[in-house]
């Protein structure tokens, strides 16, 4: 098993890489990137236009999601417990050298679930909406709150890179139970999910929300650092 060896050095060696670009402003700033809270207006505008467009069908479509976001973070747990690879934080090795912002979460790190969870948002709504300026502006989310895990010292990249390919595959399975159900459960109801798109303006308002919040959190820490609150 050489080459796992190597592989896992080498992981360990960009996480090194990349966890060490760091300083006060932007300890603060991956901190609300990775907080789940700090989301939430995005989340809800997404809902809404759930309801807006799909009208009844949005109750499925919400039950699907959050059996995604469910399962996503169920088996990302199952497998942290059955591969039980340390956290760059708890690896006796390299902890001393990991640039750890907050806490240092769980003691086991692969798959990352915040990947695994995001992707899974990610895919299973932009397959809903089939918007590509959506699936962009998601995608991006996904990854920035990935990376985020690497940049607070809980996360190696193939952590990430498992979390997210495994995020995709629960969220494209959802979606094509979902289709599954509505074509031969839902088949005269209209509108059909599989037929009806986002429009321009529907995502003009989705990413918005999505710029505002960045901005507002950027300019939070900004002034917090400038007057040496943090």
Same mark, same amino acid.
């Given at each position: ?5 190597? #592989?896992?050095?080498?992981?360990? =060696?960009?996480? !090194? ?17 990775? %907080? ?14 759930? #309801? ?9 479509? !919400? ?10 973070? @169920? ?5 942290? =417990?059955?591969? @039980?690879?340390? %956290?760059?934080?708890? =690896? ?9 912002? +907050? ?6 790190? +692969?798959? /990352? ?12 709504? /932009? %397959?809903?909406?089939?918007?590509? /300026? ?9 990854? #920035?709150? /990935? ?12 952590? #990430?890179?498992?979390?997210? !390919? ?15 159900? =509505?074509?031969?459960? +839902?088949?005269? %109801? ?13 995502? @003009? ?9 960045? !901005? ?15």
């Amino acid at each position: 098993m050489e080459w796992l060896t190597n #592989i896992l050095n080498l992981d360990k =060696e960009l996480f !090194l890489y990349l966890n060490s670009f760091h300083n006060s402003f932007w300890d603060t700033i991956m901190l609300m990137v990775t %907080r789940k809270e700090t989301w939430i207006p995005l989340y809800l505008t997404i809902v809404y236009f759930f #309801i807006k467009n799909y009208r009844s069908k949005s109750v499925l479509i !919400l039950l699907f999601l959050v059996l995604t976001v469910v399962a996503s973070d @169920q088996i990302s747990v199952l497998i942290k =417990e059955s591969v @039980q690879r340390l %956290r760059p934080v708890h =690896e006796p090795a390299i902890e001393h050298l990991v640039h750890n912002v +907050f806490r240092k979460g769980g003691l086991h790190g +692969f798959v /990352s679930s915040h990947a695994t969870n995001m992707f899974g948002i990610f895919v299973f709504t /932009s %397959r809903i909406f089939k918007n590509k /300026s959506y699936f962009y502006l998601m995608f991006f989310w996904a990854v #920035i709150i /990935s990376y985020s895990r690497i940049y607070i010292g809980v996360h190696y990249p193939l952590d #990430i890179i498992g979390g997210a !390919l495994l995020g995709w595959l629960i969220g494209v399975i959802f979606y094509k139970i979902l289709m599954f159900i =509505e074509n031969y459960f +839902f088949i005269a %109801r209209s509108p059909k999910i599989g037929k009806t798109n986002l429009s321009v303006s529907n995502f @003009q308002t989705i990413f918005l929300v999505f710029a505002v919040s960045v !901005l507002s959190f950027t300019i939070m820490t900004y002034v917090l650092h400038h007057y040496n609150y943090l």
